[in-house]
Structures are given as C-alpha cells and as structure tokens.
C-alpha cells in the first residue's frame, strides 16, 4: 500500500478539526461549558483525544475557534443571502440580526462564550476570528464609514453588549429591544435585515433555528456552498 500524498492527510487533517469543532460548539450548547470535557468533545467527534490537543492549545482556545467559526459564517451566509444587496444599511441590518439571533437561538452557548472572554486568559486571537473581524469591518465600511479602525471596534463592542444583555441569567433584555436601539443609532429602518415578527416574541420572520452543522461541513462540496 502507498503512503498517503500531502494532500489527503491535509484534507484528514481538516475534517478533524472540522469534526472537533462542530463538537465543541454542540455540547456547550448542550450542557454548558464547565460540563464539557475535552474528552467529551474528542467522543463527539470520533476523534482520538490527543487529536484535541495537537490543533488547540486548552479547551476555552478551541470553544472560543468554534463559536468565533459559527459567528463570522452565520454572518457570511446573512450578507451573502439573496436578493443579494451592496446597499450599506441592509447589509448592516443583516449583520445586527445575525448576531443578535445568535443570543436568541443559542442562549446557552453565547452566555458561555461571553463568560470566556471575561476569564483571565481572555480574547484569544485565531483565524475564525480575524474572519469574523473582516466580515464587521467591511459592513462598517459599506454602510459610509470614514474611520473604519474606530468604527469597528465600536459596532464589536455594541454588538458584544447587546449579546451579554440578552443572555444575562435572571434579567435578559429582548431581542426586539435591543435591535431598535441598535437600528436607531445606525439610522436603519425597521423592515431592513430580517425583523421580529410582530405575532412572535422574541422570534423572527425565520423561524427556524440555525442547523450548526452546515457551518463545520467536512465535505467540500458541501462546505463551499
């Protein structure tokens, strides 16, 4: 039997991690992330547990990846969604209802997040991120801004605040509320992006919730889609 080329142990390489991904951001989002192991995620994922620690440094470093993975592609997938659009406002409307969705539809799992990021270690920089830091600095961009490396710092911290204000334990903000304080200060219109819907509560015109899978696809095919 030959050897396997580079390139399949780097495609072997990708969907493990792929695999470890999807994992974590499942069980968090399940249980918490004080009752997920390491372990637990490599079982998930079918993955030998020393695979965990070849691709992440400790478990909040690949919690962080993973949900940084699930923020910047559900974001992807609402600016890129059709009627496809380069209208600045829309696109910045589609943006804020990303993420705000996020806090609606995975309450668990973003409450976890934001306790991470207030841990000693803190922010920690990775790829999923900086992706996701393009995605917001080029909505900031498109809808006028003229200092983008101030803007953007400012709608992160905005939208940062608007998730812990919505998934505070005992005293969440809703959803809606938020979103019109947000959609005041960017001058958007209400009907932009994808609106709560008024029969509802907290739920939007899409009622479904997102299917996290797609976002951590270990076929290629189905990942470029």
Not at 65 to 72: E, K, Q, Y
Not at 153 to 174: D, E, I, Q, T
Request: proline content about 6%; aromatic content about 6%; hydrophobic content about 40%.
């Amino acid at each position: 039997m030959s050897p396997r080329s580079a390139l399949v142990n780097e495609e072997l390489r990708r969907r493990s991690k792929e695999r470890l991904l999807h994992a974590a951001v499942e069980l968090v989002d399940e249980r918490g992330y004080e009752a997920t192991t390491l372990g637990d995620i490599a079982d998930r994922a079918g993955s030998a547990r020393g695979l965990v620690s070849y691709y992440f440094p400790g478990k909040r470093q690949l919690v962080q990846s993973a949900v940084h993975r699930l923020m910047h592609r559900t974001l992807e997938e609402a600016l890129e969604r059709e009627p496809r659009t380069d209208d600045g406002g829309e696109r910045m409307a589609r943006a804020i209802d990303a993420i705000l969705g996020l806090a609606r539809d995975r309450p668990v799992l973003m409450r976890q997040h934001m306790a991470g990021l207030l841990q000693a270690e803190g922010f920690l920089p990775c790829p999923e991120q900086r992706r996701l830091a393009e995605l917001l600095s080029d909505t900031v961009a498109r809808h006028g801004s003229r200092d983008v490396e101030s803007d953007y710092p400012m709608l992160r911290a905005l939208l940062m605040g608007a998730v812990y204000a919505a998934v505070m334990p005992g005293a969440p903000m809703s959803v809606p509320m938020l979103r019109a304080e947000l959609f005041k200060r960017y001058r958007l219109d209400w009907e932009m992006g994808v609106p709560p819907d008024p029969g509802g509560t907290d739920g939007t015109k899409e009622k479904d919730r997102t299917d996290m899978a797609r976002f951590f696809a270990t076929d290629p095919e189905t990942q470029s889609k």
